[in-house]
């Protein structure tokens, strides 16, 4: 079974550009979220999508969104980009979210804001 | 507000030695924890997940131990091997987190042959 997918690996953006990050979660996962993770924060969490529908939400800004289709991919965008986005964004899926499921992450999109 | 802490935040150890990592957490009300590898600049691999209700899980060299009631888990490798040397990171699902995992810092190992 084929793991969790992100694309694109890498990105550089200039500072004021908006980008979108794909995931694809493992066939039969309905649950996505998205992690970023930052030298100075570690891994914090951004959002969390259940059949299409954000089910949990973090602490940040509104330039954060994201959204999740029916066959379950997801993609995250971040608009007015500013040089702190510059991160390593992490998706992980799960057959859900809650008791029990364990979390499977994807090799993460590398985003540098210049 | 869950926290997790992991420490200490880097270990340097000889090839052969046993690894004892260490996860705390504060807040107890939690679904299981995960234990995660990461390599630089890489996705985060799962090693074991743990529910709330067992006390250990273990697979291959790798065991983990959780205290609920102390809020602890430590991962033990045992016999460490160079290719062990990574980032190994604890996380929790915890229902005061709103359903999110919640992560420690990490601990960067270095095994040296």
């Known amino acids: 079974k084929a793991g969790v997918t992100q694309t694109p690996r890498y990105l550089i953006k200039t500072r004021g550009q908006q980008v979108t990050l794909s995931c694809s979660p493992i066939?039969?996962?309905?649950?996505v979220s998205w992690y970023q993770q930052t030298p100075g924060q570690g891994l914090q969490f951004l959002f969390e999508?259940?059949?299409?529908?954000?089910?949990n939400k973090g602490n940040f800004p509104g330039r954060f969104s994201g959204r999740q289709f029916s066959n379950s991919r997801s993609e995250m965008n971040v608009s007015t980009l500013e040089l702190g986005d510059s991160a390593l964004y992490l998706c992980?899926?799960?057959?859900?979210?809650?008791?029990?499921?364990?979390?499977?992450f994807g090799p993460g999109t590398r985003l540098t804001v210049t | 507000k869950q926290e997790v802490t992991q420490i200490p935040a880097a270990l340097s150890v000889p090839e052969g030695e046993n690894l004892v990592l260490n996860c705390s957490f504060t807040?107890?009300?939690?679904?299981?924890l995960q234990w995660f590898r990461q390599d630089p600049g890489k996705g985060l691999t799962s090693l074991l997940l743990?529910?709330?209700?067992?006390r250990e899980q273990t697979s291959g060299r790798l065991n983990a131990s959780l205290d609920k009631s102390s809020g602890r888990s430590t991962l033990y490798i045992a016999a460490s091997q160079p290719g062990d040397s990574a980032t190994y990171l604890c996380?929790?699902?915890?229902?005061?987190?709103?359903?999110?995992?919640?992560f420690g810092g990490g601990t960067r190992v270095l095994v040296k042959p």
């Open positions: 066939s039969g996962h309905r649950s």
């Open positions: 807040d107890s009300a939690i679904y299981n």
């Open positions: 743990i529910q709330s209700s067992q």
């Open positions: 992980a899926s799960s057959l859900d979210q809650g008791i029990g499921y364990e979390q499977y």
């Open positions: 996380a929790v699902l915890a229902k005061a987190a709103g359903n999110k995992l919640t």
């Open positions: 999508y259940f059949s299409e529908t954000q089910r």
